[in-house]
Structures are given as C-alpha cells and as structure tokens.
C-alpha cells in the first residue's frame, strides 16, 4: 500500500493566488481528515468527512479555505484567495475507522 | 476535551527504555488514551492507545494508571530513529449512530532526543 498520497509536496505562492491541496486517501478508508501545523499554533484539524461527506469543518480558519471529496479516492483542501498567514504544513489523513489515522507526508505550503 | 501536559522535551540513551509521561488528569470515563509521534518532517504516525488497560504492540506499551489521571509511552529499546516529538491525546469516543468521530487535539507534545 502507498499509502496516504499528497500533492504537491511544496507550493510556493503569491498573496492572493488561489491554491489547490490534493490528497489520495489509503483504499478503503471511510474517514478523511484535513490537519495545518504552523510553529505558532501546533496540529490543528480543519475539517473530517466521513464516506466522502463533511462532518465538522469547525476547524476551517474562513471562508477562504473549502474542502471537498467528490469520490472516495479523492479529496482537495483549497485556499481562495491565499495570505501569508495560510503558510504552514497542511497533512491529510486517513482512517479506516475511529481509531488510528494515517498521516500523509504533508503539503508545505508558502504564501510570498 | 480532556487536556493533557506533558514534558517539553527528553533525553534517552540509545539501547535503553524511554518513559514518557502524560498527565489528564481531567479525562472522563470513556475517552481513549492516544499516542502519536511525528518525526522531523514528516507526517505524525500512531503508535497505540488504550482505555483501562495496559497495552502493548510492536512499537510500545501504554501503562495507564488505576486512576486513569496519567499514563506513561514505553519504548523498551530506544533508537536514534526514534527521536521525534511524542503527543499524548485524549480522544473522547464516537456517539452511538458512529457518524461522529472523536477528534484528536495534539498539543505541544514531548520532543525526545535519542543519543548514541
């Protein structure tokens, strides 16, 4: 298995430029997680789906910031428009139920 | 969400056993104990959890105290790729329908440094 699959793996960007994460979950997984790290403010998660639907997208920071899961191989976190404070490491995980979650190896993404 | 603290950082020689503690002292009864840790760039990876009982799997032991106010990671034999930063969590459970999943809230975790 490859594992949780994340593209691009680095980003670099313009204030205002939209920005699109990608994010292949691990076959078979229900559960999809969206997480950002920064120095500042640690993991936080933004937003959970579970069978390709949103649960608790209390994390995400604005309106900005959208995630969908259109399939259940599929999902994209994006940024419209993009600021330097998005600037951080944005990781997707998976899981196959409420247990363990599976980390990808992270989107860093930098916003000039 | 239960909080828990744990140490900033520690040291371990390599070979020996690292013990790391967890305080939660707030937990309630029905939120696991989970044991996450994320080597320097790279996405966090889970290493085991429990509820009550002591647990032991390929990488660890989690020994959790009667009280279930403080739990101590346990790797046995400490090497250099071990050193990365420990987050113990207290993930309250998923509600009846399974719908809900409990959230994991990572804190500032426990950086241990493995040395030769």
């Known amino acids: 298995d490859a594992g949780v699959i994340q593209s691009p793996r680095h980003e670099v960007t313009e204030m205002g430029q939209e920005v699109t994460l990608r994010c292949k979950p691990i076959?078979?997984?229900?559960?999809l997680f969206w997480y950002r790290q920064t120095m500042m403010r640690g993991l936080e998660l933004l937003i959970y789906?579970?069978?390709?639907?949103?649960?608790?997208d209390s994390g995400m920071p604005e309106d900005r910031f959208s995630a969908k899961m259109p399939n259940a191989s599929f999902s994209t976190l994006k940024i419209q428009p993009s600021e330097p404070r998005d600037s951080a490491v944005y990781f997707c995980?998976?899981?196959?139920?409420?247990?363990?979650?599976?980390f990808g190896p992270g989107t860093r993404l930098t916003v000039l | 969400d239960a909080k828990t603290t744990q140490p900033p950082s520690m040291d371990c020689a390599e070979g020996r056993a690292a013990n790391l503690p967890c305080n939660h002292s707030?937990?309630?009864?029905?939120?696991?104990v989970y044991w996450y840790r994320q080597i320097h760039s790279q996405g966090p990876q889970y290493i085991i959890h429990?509820?009550?009982n002591n647990e032991t799997n390929e990488m660890a032991s989690l020994i959790i105290t009667e009280d279930r106010k403080s739990s101590t990671l346990i790797l046995p034999h400490a090497t250099l790729r071990d050193t990365a930063v420990y987050y113990c969590?207290?993930?309250?459970?998923?509600?009846?329908?399974?719908?809900?999943?409990?959230?994991?809230?990572f804190g500032q975790g426990t950086i241990l440094t493995v040395h030769p």
């Open positions: 995980a998976s899981s196959p139920t409420p247990r363990s979650q599976y």
């Open positions: 076959s078979g997984h229900d559960y």
């Open positions: 789906f579970n069978n390709n639907v949103p649960i608790d």
């Open positions: 707030t937990i309630s009864g029905n939120e696991y």
């Open positions: 429990g509820l009550k």
């Open positions: 969590i207290v993930r309250p459970p998923t509600n009846a329908g399974g719908t809900s999943y409990g959230k994991l809230t």
